[in-house]
């Protein structure tokens, strides 16, 4: 029998193809899962298990959270980057690195095939196919949820002709879960102006009164909650619990796709969004404005291109470069306070803070200059203007 590796999560697409690929193409079937931070053992061990009801032969577990996070994820904070200022590219940035984690592992084990559960419609296609691509020219890849245009009713139904029981209820929302925020996408967010349902969002509120924290940052990189250090990711995943019983990090992101279309999500991310806010205030105090001015476009593009599934792409490694170095002082503590369905930056506290300069206090006090020299900077500073103005007159 010939081997493919798939792409697993145990959700309807792809179990739908392990039924698919074994009693329709006769393959055998591996069945690959890539953590990025999101699952617990338990859930784990509950994929493995339905894996193997399912029809694979062989299952894996490829963690990659450390490499996520070292290679992705921190330059992200670094960047501060949310696409269309509201989404905090989760699942575009963790495609990439299980694509990429699939595609060795297929090489690795002389795979014939490669799957993943897509459909023709959305993001995830192209990212793994140019991973696969690439890391894996020799393997074929095959999709059998976008070669056969399937509804996920159609898929209900198959699983249900062959023993596997699946209901709709169970299948209605689509779930993605990692340690950077997990998608929720249902019939309403297939609409323009339906929301999401309180219960369709796996974290529910359960925490009511206000708590204060602090996060401290060293370089840029978060490395300490609340006086105890700890690695950033497993300082992610404490945040992410902490403010998650707050229901906070929770919007809907409509953005424009690879494929040219709009398309529209639901998300919860409460640990990204308060590192990305807690970040970017602490580098408004300790950076320069043209460091903040020119990193801004950097970013944004680096945001952009791991979206559109272009991580691969050395630009991306000149982008981290210059990200890196803009971080030499964004070092210091940040003020939060958590509150159902919201947080507040509270202020920041470092040895970098520009605002504690000797030079001058904003709207106060200054000891550089004096009247005249303000008079002077000024009416030098408007020379421009005045000039631009002056041809007014003129007409």
């Known amino acids: 029998m010939k081997k493919v590796v798939l792409a697993y999560s145990g959700g309807l697409d792809t179990s739908y193809c392990v039924v698919y690929l074994t009693r329709e193409l006769g393959l055998e079937v591996h069945t690959v ?28 577990v490829i963690d990659v959270t450390q490499r996520f996070y070292q290679d992705c994820l921190r330059y992200l904070i670094f960047g501060n980057i949310l696409k269309n200022d509201t989404y905090p590219l989760s699942v575009s940035a963790e495609r990439m690195f299980q694509s990429l984690a699939l595609a060795e592992y297929a090489r690795e084990h002389k ?82 102006h339906q929301a999401l349902p309180e219960s369709a969002y796996p974290t529910q509120l359960s925490a009511t009164e206000p708590t204060n924290i602090e996060i401290t940052f060293e370089k840029g990189e978060p490395v300490a909650l609340n006086g105890e250090t700890m690695n950033p990711v497993a300082l992610i995943q404490a945040l992410n619990e902490l403010a998650g019983t707050y229901a906070i990090g ?76 803009s971080q030499e002082r964004v070092s210091g503590k940040v003020f939060v306070t958590l509150k159902p369905y919201q947080f507040e930056l509270q202020g920041i506290e470092s040895r970098y803070d520009m605002m504690r300069s000797k030079v001058a206090t904003y709207g106060e006090e200054n000891d550089a200059w004096d009247g005249r020299d303000a008079k002077g900077f000024i009416k030098i500073f408007s020379n421009q203007l005045r000039i631009h103005s002056s041809f007014n007159d003129e007409n």
């Not at 999101?38 to 032969?57: H, Q």
């Not at 995830?124 to 020219?137: G, H, K, L, N, Y």
């Not at 029981?165 to 340690?179: D, L, R």
């Open 33 to 60: 899962i890539v953590n990025s931070g999101g699952f617990s053992e338990e859930e784990l061990a509950a994929i493995e298990k339905r894996a193997y009801e399912l029809g694979s032969t062989k299952h894996e």
């Open 111 to 192: 795979a014939d095939y490669i799957a993943h559960g897509s459909t023709g419609a959305g993001n995830d296609q192209v990212r793994f196919d140019v991973a696969f691509s690439v890391i894996a020219p020799n393997t074929e890849i095959i999709t059998p949820i976008r070669d056969l245009k399937l509804s996920r009713q159609a898929e209900i139904d198959f699983l249900n002709q062959h023993g596997f029981e699946m209901s709709w209820e169970k299948a209605k929302y689509s779930i993605n879960k990692g340690i950077w925020g997990t998608s929720v996408g249902g019939v309403e967010t297939l609409t323009s």
């Open 250 to 325: 929770r919007d809907t992101h409509v953005g424009d796709t690879i494929l040219g279309i709009k398309g529209r999500v639901g998300f919860e991310a409460p640990a990204p969004l308060i590192l990305l806010k807690a970040h970017h205030l602490l580098e408004k105090h300790t950076s320069s404005r043209w460091q903040l001015l020119h990193k801004d476009y950097v970013a944004n593009w680096y945001g952009t291109l791991l979206h559109e599934a272009q991580y691969l792409d050395p630009v991306m490694r000149d982008f981290e470069a210059l990200l890196t170095s």
